[in-house]
């Protein structure tokens, strides 16, 4: 957690043509993610967030402003961006084992590192016994597993993560969350999570970034200050959680509400090494 | 399938039987099963029906292969690229709607009526099939995947390799299937008209010489080889596509 411009967001607008008509999808946003970090982002359907998170991980590049990873503009996906998906996205005709090696295809490790390293991570996703078994003999948790193993393998330093944990059930979630954040600090992976669950976002995130519709932008961030392992039930969790959804809805209600700074929040602690909320308009 | 698929050919069996034994036919339009069963052996034992079967079978085996992976290509190609599908797709359809048997005329003064004619025939019977499943298939690959390897850099003969072709192949399967049921039809047709070996052939002769069991016993074989070729593809497929059978079986 050493160098706070780790990934810079700055003033990036996306613009889509929607039947002719222009459509805002994300207005001047900007962000600074520190080198280690889990920044969770969410809002409602349709305030940009996927698409913040697809212009990060370099898999669109029409937009103004400037994204820069490690000091280096962003102009397409790199191997040091990994991407998990909602839908895991397995290729349904490989093994487990063989959609895992799919993002070392690339790397530069030898054969035997290759093998090494699938293991490991189908290990670390607790998949070690299905790395012969087919997409579809998994459940859907399962799946995603397989698919956030494919996008740790060739060790990212940014893990970008679109609504992972979406189409699975409570249960599931909850376990694959507790996972993730395992994950997270042990490999000490920068993560940055979309998501529209607040409780997820709240319960991962180092800060919360929460997002408002049309157009798109950041409207807070919300620092959650809270040693991990957290509690989910916890009192200052709740807290926290209130915050967020105070914040989420007031930008359905109040759209032209500028953004709040809070008291107590990590970035403003920080002072002007980590700006929490850089907003520009 | 087991013995349900077998119950309605032995019916057919049976009704045959009691149509010749009752003569609802007289014996020289529809003989008796004992007598087609008699002359089937006899054309075994005198190494003719092998014969004939052997030579329709090579020339599927050659047609075949030449339209397969002459569709397979024409189908990459439309596939992978708009810009071919634009030349390249008219043309095709409207080639596509024209009967096999339509060409023969033309194919004939072309190139005579030797084995190229029924090379040519064949090949066309394969060809549009796999031209059309190859290009669904390609086309059919989820966007989806193929951002995943745009995440993971693949270049575009690692998306070729890994993701495309892989996808595509269940719909280049079945475009096989097809081909190859096309390919054994159009032989026949091609055989009725201008042969003198093959199961067709057969079929022409004994018509001319009114020699009924024989047509039954090539109208059989040549059912019996076609549904052979079928299975044997199915399994295959079984084999190649273990991910996806199980999937419907799950």
Redesign the interface.
Same mark, same amino acid.
């Given at each position: 957690m050493c160098n706070p411009a780790h990934f810079q967001i700055r003033k990036v607008t996306r613009e889509f043509n929607v039947n002719g008509e222009k459509l805002t999808a994300l207005d001047a946003v900007s962000l600074d993610i520190a080198e280690g970090e889990f920044v969770t982002i969410v809002g409602a359907s349709g305030c940009g967030k996927s698409t913040l998170l697809r212009l990060g991980?370099g898999?669109d590049t029409t937009y103004s402003g400037r994204i820069s990873h490690e000091g280096k503009v962003v102009t397409g996906?790199?191997?040091d961006r990994?991407?998990v *998906?909602q839908?895991p996205?397995l *290729?349904?005709?490989?093994t487990v084992e063989r959609n895992v090696a799919?993002?070392l295809?690339?790397s530069k490790f030898t054969k035997s590192e290759k093998k090494r390293l699938v293991e490991e991570h189908l290990e670390l996703v607790g998949l070690a016994g299905f790395a012969r078994a087919?997409?579809?003999?998994l459940s859907g948790g399962m799946a995603q597993r397989a698919g956030i193993a494919r996008g740790l393998v060739?060790r990212p330093n940014v893990l970008f993560l679109d609504e992972p944990f979406g189409a699975l059930d409570a249960i599931t979630k909850a376990r694959l969350q507790d996972e993730l954040n395992d994950i997270w600090a042990r490999e000490r992976i920068t993560m940055v999570l979309v998501t529209h669950d607040v409780e997820e976002a709240v319960y991962l995130g180092d800060r919360v970034v929460v997002m408002s519709p049309r157009p798109g932008r950041i409207r807070d961030i919300v620092a959650v200050d809270l040693p991990r392992p957290r509690e989910r039930t916890s009192a200052a969790l709740a807290r926290v959680r209130t915050r967020v959804l105070e914040s989420l809805n007031s930008t359905e209600s109040k759209p032209s509400v500028g953004p709040r700074l809070v008291e107590g929040e990590r970035g403003s602690k920080s002072g002007p090494l980590r700006p929490a909320v850089a907003l520009a308009n | 399938m087991g013995l349900t698929g077998a119950l309605l050919p032995g019916a057919l069996l049976v009704l045959w039987w009691i149509a010749s034994d009752k003569g609802f036919l007289a014996e020289q339009i529809l003989p008796p099963p004992a007598y087609v069963y008699e002359t089937a052996r006899d054309m075994i034992a005198s190494g003719e029906l092998f014969h004939h079967a052997g030579v329709s079978l090579r020339r599927v085996v050659v047609g075949f292969a030449f339209g397969a992976a002459a569709g397979l290509s024409l189908g990459v190609a439309m596939g992978l690229s708009r810009r071919a599908e634009d030349y390249l797709k008219p043309l095709f359809l409207a080639f596509a709607q024209i009967p096999t048997l339509g060409w023969i005329p033309l194919l004939m003064l072309l190139v005579g009526i030797d084995e190229a004619l029924k090379f040519i025939v064949i090949a066309k019977g394969a060809f549009v099939p796999m031209v059309v499943n190859t290009f669904a298939g390609i086309r059919g690959v989820s966007p989806k995947l193929i951002e995943v390897g745009r995440a993971l850099k693949f270049s575009d003969w690692q998306t070729l390799r890994l993701i495309v072709l892989p996808g595509a192949v269940p719909s280049i399967f079945t475009g096989i299937r097809y081909g190859l049921t096309h390919s054994w039809t159009s032989l026949v047709g091609v055989e009725l008209l201008a042969s003198s070996e093959g199961l067709g052939y057969l079929l022409v002769w004994g018509r001319q010489m009114f020699w009924l069991d024989m047509v039954i016993v090539a109208i059989i074989v040549i059912g019996l080889v076609g549904f052979a070729m079928d299975k044997s593809l199915d399994r295959t497929e079984v084999l190649i596509q273990r991910w996806k059978r199980e999937e419907l079986a799950a």
């Open positions: 991980a898999l996906p790199s191997l990994g991407m *998906f839908e996205r *290729f349904p005709w490989l799919l993002g295809e690339n087919y997409p579809h003999q060739n | -």
